[in-house]
């Protein structure tokens, strides 16, 4: 504590901890830095002032990194992110396992397809997965699946066995059937390893966006999906954001996977980011404030998502 004192000014600390109501400063491990200078209500934040890590806790969340960009830097982290988990998971496992979500994630992914992530990255070893997909047929401008194939799929050598998309020939309820079904399958051929605490699927890192309501996936405030417990793969056909009928990966799922990246830009989600991570944290948590995986969860906020905390 002291030393943190003696780097940071007080109004900046305050600034630091008033962002989380059950802040301890021992451990466990979650980090609040800044890329770069920030101003946030009149104050200005230096990366540099930052004890490295400032340490804090959320409530049921032991490993939280909070970090805010400037705009064109968020990507170029995100890519670096992501190239390092990859690198991580393929030389130790052999295979990564990375599941996407839709909404502007994927244009923030775009950096990956820039040096020196392209040449280096085992795009061989990747399998890639959709945390929640709507069920609409492939081409249609409404797929997450086409987003994510004209965005950074079909520039990258991924194997298209190793693509993982619904089968949008199929109903609602039958599609995520069929995508539980399959992904028992790469379970029983060691392509996904399952959680051993809590048997769930367990992906090597889970990408997600969240809307201006704090929903993650296709998990929307307030709706039933949100308690679900047992399945891996659900269905929904009265989401609030269109179109209605879609598939999604459920809480236990999510929270199985090692690690777990937050990308959330924009004025619109500041609210929201504010109810999940600010100081009066709503007594009903948003659907955001429960993803908790279990080695870590990394929030890239741009300065305007931030903006209210
Ligand atoms: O299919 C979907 O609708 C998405 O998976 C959804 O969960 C999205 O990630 C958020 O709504 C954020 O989207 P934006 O980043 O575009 O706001």
Known sequence: MASIHSTLSSNTLRFALSSFPNTNLQPPSSHIFFSRPLTFKGLTVNPKSFPAPLKASMAGTDNVVIEVF?????????????????????????????????????????????????DSLEWSKWHVFWLDE?????????????????????KVPIPPGNVHAINDTLSAEGAADDYETCLRELVNSSVITLSPSSGFPKFDLVLLGMGPDGH???????????????????????????????????????????????????????????????????????????VSPEEELKWFLDKDAASKL
């Not at 709507?134 to 079909?154: F, I, M, Q, W």
């Open 70 to 118: 400037e705009q064109e830097d968020l990507a170029v982290s995100l890519a670096k992110y992501v190239a390092d988990l990859s690198n991580k998971f393929t030389s130790e496992r052999g295979a990564f396992t990375v599941c996407l979500s839709g909404g502007s994630l994927i244009k923030y992914l775009g950096k990956l397809l820039e040096p020196p992530y392209y």
């Open 134 to 154: 709507r069920v609409v047929p492939k081409t249609h401008e409404d797929s997450n699946y086409k987003l994510a194939l004209d965005g950074l799929l079909c």
């Open 216 to 290: 993650v996936a296709s998990l929307f405030p307030g709706h039933p999906l949100v308690q679900e417990n047992k399945r891996w793969v659900a269905f929904i056909k009265d989401s609030p954001k269109p179109p209605p009928e879609r598939i999604t990966f459920t809480f236990p799922v999510i929270n199985a996977s090692a690690y777990a990246a937050l990308v959330v830009t924009g004025k619109g989600k500041a609210d929201a980011v504010h109810s999940v991570l600010g100081k009066s944290q709503n007594s009903v948590k948003l659907p955001a404030g429960l």
